[in-house]
């Protein structure tokens, strides 16, 4: 069975320039979630996708971030316009089940992250 | 709120020590806890978790942590370390279905 899939693995781009991450998640998880690590600091949640419905979305920094996850399958994060804070590593998980109880025990499956360089 | 700190950001053993990595949380519900790792160029691998079965919970690559509330604690610890074990080690809790995490703590081991 494939893992979480995570492209591009790296990105540099220049300040004000858009990017756009993409997460496949394992097949049939209904639960999508992004982090992000900011280097020095903490995996920092952003938001959590319950098929195409935005569950959660209290982490995401500003307004500069979209995240999509088209017909409940893979999901997209675009930062735009990128700023030099925006550099880090972003995380895509995802888990299988539903219901509240489920979700807080549930192991959350990590891909390998997209390193994001802003210059 | 939920908050989780690791103590110590590198951790140096040699090959065949015990490996300790420290975790404290704080948490105003019954936590569920959770320990991953992260090898380099990889993603981030479930070690084990905590989720109120058993105090004493047994992961993978002989792996255990052991909760206890008295001490708001949830210790990682390896009885005999591996070359293969360096890596960073991450404490979590969850908070609705996100997790909290600690800062990581890097596992160096030396032959």
């Known amino acids: 069975e494939a893992g979480v899939t995570q492209f591009p693995s790296h990105s540099v781009i220049e300040k004000g320039q858009t990017v756009t991450l993409r997460c496949d998640p394992i097949?049939?998880?209904?639960?999508l979630y992004w982090y992000r690590r900011v280097m020095g600091k903490e995996i920092k949640f952003l938001l959590h996708?319950?098929?195409?419905?935005?569950?959660?979305e209290s982490g995401m920094p500003n307004n500069r971030f979209l995240a999509e996850r088209t017909g409940g399958t893979y999901s997209t994060l675009k930062v735009q316009p990128a700023e030099l804070e925006d550099s880090g590593v972003y995380f895509c998980?995802?888990?299988?089940?539903?219901?509240?109880?489920?979700?807080?025990?549930?192991?959350?499956?990590f891909g390998p992250g997209t390193r994001l360089l802003v210059l | 709120a939920q908050s989780v700190t690791q103590l110590g950001s590198h951790v140096s053993v040699s090959e065949g020590a015990l490996v300790l990595l420290r975790c404290n949380y704080s948490?105003?519900?019954?936590?569920?806890l959770f320990w991953y790792v992260q090898y380099p160029n990889q993603g981030l691998q479930l070690l084990l978790k905590?989720?109120?079965?058993?105090?004493l919970v047994k992961g993978i690559n002989g792996f255990e942590a052991e909760f206890k509330k008295s001490e708001t604690s949830f210790h990682l610890t390896k009885p005999s370390a591996h070359m293969s074990d360096a890596a960073e080690y991450f404490c979590?809790?969850?908070?609705?279905?996100?997790?909290?995490f600690g800062k990581g703590t890097t596992l160096s081991v030396s032959s």
């Open positions: 979590a809790v969850s908070l609705g279905t996100a997790l909290i």
């Open positions: 905590y989720t109120s079965a058993a105090t």
């Open positions: 948490s105003s519900v019954p936590p569920y």
């Open positions: 996708f319950v098929k195409e419905s935005k569950q959660d």
């Open positions: 097949s049939g998880h209904d639960n």
């Open positions: 998980a995802s888990s299988q089940g539903s219901g509240m109880l489920a979700g807080l025990q549930e192991t959350q499956y």
